[in-house]
C-alpha cells in the first residue's frame, strides 16, 4: 500500500468507529463528535472503559492490534452492560460489529463503576495470559528475535544447531509491514505448513532509529529477495507465491559489501575498493580442497576430522584413494594437512568456469571470480545503459517499484525517458563464510535496506545432532557473544552463578519476612 492507499484505509476504519459507536460517547456523557477525531477517539473510549491512557499506543502498533482490538471490543461491551459469554462470542466472532447492533438497537446504561478486576479464575488466567502474549510479541517484533542457524554458511563462526538471540535495535527496529498476521511466528503456522498472514493490507516500510549502522563483516538477518513458496495453497508446477517483505524466508550472512562499495571477488577472495577484505578473527572463511595422498603412509582421518572440527568431509574422488576431496577447510586446516605424514599436496579449489547462476546472469563470471560491482547507495545516480541493466533492473522494477520499458533503444521509466537512475536506498552484499556452500549475493544479488531484519548478538543454546547424551549440547558455545574480538568466550557459568545467587537472596529474604511475621 502507498501512504496515499494507507491514509484512506485508516480514515475507513475512523468512520466505522465512528458509526459503530457515537451513541455509546453520549451514553457515556462525552460527545457524538469525540468518537470521529482519529486518535482522541480511542483516548476518549480508554476513559469510558476505564482502561489506562497508555492503551492506546497498543491500538496503532502493528500486530499488537490485533491481540488490542478484541481486548477492547469486549470490554466496550461490557461496559455497556454486556457480560454474558454470548455477548463475548458474538463481539469477538463479528469482528467488533456486534457493537452495531448494541449502539443501535439496545437500551444503553453505562457502568461507570464496574469491576475491572477478573470475577474467576479463568478469566484471571486468560487475562495475564493476553497481557504475556502482548508483552512477548513486542519484545519479539521490536527488540530481539529468537532464531535458529539452519544451515552451514557461516560454519565456525555460527553452527547449525546454534539457537541465537537477533536485536532488532541495533540496525533499527522495522515495523511490520504485513499487519494481519498471527503474533511470534512468522510465514508459516506450525506444523500445518499453511499462511500465518495476510497480504493485505500493507503498511509502507519505515524503520526506527538505529544505534548503529550496518559495517563490513557484521552478521546479519535479513529476509531472502528472491523467496517465493511453493506450498502456500499452489499446485505443482506453479512458480510459487510472492511473499510480503517481512514474510520472506529469514538467511543468516556476513555483511562484505556496504552502500557505496566497489566490491570483486579473485581467486575466492573478496576484494572491497581495490583492496582484499580483512576479516575478523572469529571468521572462519572455508574453501574446496583436494588434498594428494602418497598412498602408502596411514593416516587417521577420523582422527584428524576431529582435530580440525571437519564435519562434512567429501569423501575419495578416485578408485586408487588418493586423492581426497574438502568441500569445507579453512586455511588453516590445509595448513594442517600439509604438514601430515602421507600427504604430498592440498591444493584449494578455484572456479574459473563462467556460469550463467552467477549475479547478474550473464554467463560471464563464476563463484570465485567476479566483478567489480558496484553497491547502490541511497541517492546515488549511475548510467542506464545495456551494460548497467542486468546488474540494477530488479531494483528499479521489484525493490523500487518502477515500471521499466524498452522502446527501440530507448530506457522508460514509469512512461519518461532515462538514461540515469537515482537509488532510494541503500544496498547490502551478503556472502557465507563457507564459500563453496552458501547461496548467497552471489547468486541473486542485492539485499535491499527494507530487506534487513536485525543483528545476531548471542548465542543462547547450541545443540549437535550428532552429539551423544549431555555432549548433544555444545557446551563452550553456550551463552556466547557473536560479534567481538579475540575466540568467543562463554558466560554460562557467570549466568549460573547469578542465577544461585538470586535463589538464595530469594530464599534469605522469604525466611526474614516469615520471621518478622
Known sequence: MTL????????????IHFLGTWKLYQAAGRKSWEAAVPV?????????????????????????????????????????????????????????????????????????DRKLTPENKTADTISSLLFAIIVATLVHTYVVQPYTIPTSSLEKSLLIGDFLFVSKI???????????ALPMVHDSIPLTKSKSY?????LPYFRLPAIQKIKRCDIVVFNWPVDT???????????????????????VKRCVGIPGDSLSIKDGFVFINGKKLVLPERAKPQYSYSVALDGKTPIDFEKLFKELDITDPAGFTSEKRDTLYLGSLTEA????????????????????TNDNRIFPHINKWSQDNM???????????????????????????????????LQGSKFLINGKPATTYTFKQNYYWMMGDNRHNSEDSRYWGYVPENHIVGKPVFIWMSWD????????IRWSRVFTTVDGEGQPQSYFKYFLIALALYFVGDFVWRKKRENKA
Do not use: C
Open 198 to 202: 495476510l497480504s493485505w493490507p500493507q
Open 4 to 15: 496515499y492507499s494507507w491514509f484512506v484505509f485508516f480514515l475507513a476504519v475512523q468512520i
Open 40 to 112: 482522541y477517539n480511542s483516548i476518549v473510549l480508554m476513559k469510558i472503559i476505564g482502561r489506562p491512557t497508555w492503551w492506546t499506543l497498543l491500538l496503532f502498533i502493528p500486530i499488537i492490534n490485533l491481540i488490542m482490538f478484541p481486548v477492547v471490543w469486549v470490554e466496550t461491551l461490557r461496559t455497556f452492560g454486556k457480560k454474558s459469554t454470548l455477548d463475548t462470542i458474538l463481539g469477538l466472532f463479528t469482528l467488533g460489529f456486534y457493537i452495531y447492533y448494541v449502539n443501535y438497537t439496545q437500551k444503553l446504561e453505562y457502568h461507570k
Open 333 to 352: 586446516g590445509a595448513e594442517r594437512f600439509k604438514n601430515t605424514p602421507g600427504v604430498t599436496a592440498v591444493i584449494r579449489k578455484i572456479d574459473r
Open 371 to 405: 566483478g567489480p560491482i558496484y553497491i547502490p547507495e541511497a541517492g546515488k545516480t549511475v548510467a542506464l545503459n545495456n551494460e548497467s541493466l542486468p546488474f540494477y533492473k530488479e531494483i528499479i522494477t521489484n525493490y523500487e517499484g518502477n515500471k521499466l520499458e
Open 229 to 251: 513458496v511453493h506450498y502456500f495453497f499452489e499446485p505443482k508446477g506453479r512458480p510459487g507465491v510472492i511473499k510480503p517483505i517481512d514474510k520472506k524466508s529469514n538467511y
Open 170 to 180: 541495533n540496525y533499527g527496529p522495522r515495523v511490520p509491514m504485513t499487519t494481519v
Open 465 to 472: 545432532t550428532n552429539g551423544k547424551g549431555i555432549n548433544k
